[in-house]
Each structure stands twice: as structure tokens, then as C-alpha cells.
């Protein structure tokens, strides 16, 4: 059983940083595509960035220059740094696992709220 669990969100204010993590169980972490998505209220969830096992970052226009993600492939974990964060940040942030074979597996969320 694979479990994805996010922590690190909470109340910033706009121009403020904050940092996610990631942990994965299961064995799938290091050959699996990783991903941050988001999801506000009343909208649809939205890829902010991904990582694939060996590959190069890829992030949502949105949060191009602000967002950085990486992945520790030794610890099961990855990270989404985040910077000059904007109230437009706000939102459920949930981290996705993308194994070659079967299904995704998804987090819990964490909630990250940007306001003054």
C-alpha cells in the first residue's frame, strides 16, 4: 500500500515563503513521476509542477521563477519551495505519485492560505 502524506502548509503572508513535503511509503517512489498539484475553492485541481524519476522540473507558467521542486530520492520524499507567494497561491496543495504501471496515488492535502 502506497501512502503519500504532505505537510508544511499553513497562513503566510503575500510576499511570504513557505515549504511542502512529500513523504512516500511503498517502493514506487524512486522509478515514479512526482507531482504538485493545487486546487482552489470552486476551481479545478491544477498541476503546478512535476518531476519525473531521472527527468527535468516542469512548472505551471503561474509559478515559474517562485516555485521550486525537487525530489530525495533517498529519503521517498519531494519538496515544493515557494516564494514570493501571491493570495492567488492559495489553495489545497496535494502531491501525486505517477508509478509507470497502474493507478496514481494521491495525498491528503495541505491547505496553503496567503493573506495579510
Known amino acids: 500500500q502506497v501512502q503519500l502524506v504532505e505537510s508544511g502548509g499553513g497562513l503566510v503572508q503575500p510576499g511570504g515563503s513557505l515549504r511542502l513535503s512529500c513523504a512516500a511509503s511503498g517502493r514506487i517512489f524512486s522509478f515514479s513521476a512526482m507531482g504538485w498539484y493545487r486546487q482552489a475553492p470552486g476551481q479545478q485541481r491544477e498541476l503546478v509542477a512535476t518531476?519525473?524519476?531521472?527527468?527535468?522540473?516542469i512548472y505551471a507558467d503561474s509559478v515559474k521563477g517562485r516555485f521550486t521542486m525537487s525530489r530525495d530520492n533517498a529519503k521517498n520524499t519531494v519538496f515544493l519551495q515557494m516564494n514570493s507567494l501571491k493570495p492567488e497561491d492559495t489553495a489545497v496543495y496535494y502531491c501525486k505519485a505517477s508509478p509507470p504501471f497502474g493507478s496514481p496515488y494521491w495525498g491528503q492535502g495541505t491547505q496553503v492560505t496567503v493573506s495579510s
Open positions: 518531476i519525473p524519476p531521472g527527468g527535468i522540473t
